[in-house]
């Protein structure tokens, strides 16, 4: 896939472009995203990511690091981080403003075990699609060494269809997006939003346990999963 985010993130990085990043959805219009939520410092973070980093322990596995924002604000904690992408302008950011550990690899492919495995920024959203939710939890559970944890948010978008927006024929919280980025279109991917009560159904399928710590007003969740 093109890394029209990726990009755009390093662009911004440099302070070597004016142009916003895009992104097209399966139920709305486009929406201009904000490329300075990947480099928000600890003080910029909501209270569901504040509690993620506070219950990260041992080693730590970022899956889907971005451009290192959380890696970064565990590292300086002292944790042993690494910091897991396949977006080539995201690891360039990632190395240049000093993540220690960063690997360019997709996380289907990656093997090492970890304490703790971190994917915040709607992470089950990598799941794609509610058919890949449960091979998405099983890989995961494979990066969890004994006694591990899987820290992860999504949100229950239910409340979009209350609003005369046409719902989807299968799951509701199964959605595709585009991103544009200097004129240019990315390909369509798609990102999936669990509730609660799905996860939990699928994580039980899987052989794991669910905590959900954190629920905001605008029905975003953090769980923790563990073996």
Known sequence: MKDLHGQAIRDYYRNQTTHPLVLHNSYDDPEEMSVEVFFREEEDLSVLEHLALI????SVLDLGAGAGAHALILESRGFDVTALENSPG?????KQSGVTKVIDQNYQ???ATYDTVLVLMNGLGLAGTLQGL????RKCKSLLRPGGQLLIDSSDISYLYECGVDRPKGYYGE??????????????FDWLYVDQKTLATYVRQAGMQLEILHTEETDQYLARITL
């Open 134 to 137: 449960t091979p998405f939890l």
């Open 90 to 94: 995201c690891i360039e950011v990632m």
């Open 109 to 111: 492919e990656h093997s």
């Open 175 to 188: 959605v595709r997006y585009c991103y544009e980025y200097k004129g240019e279109m990315g390909e369509w």
């Open 55 to 58: 219950e990260a322990k041992g």
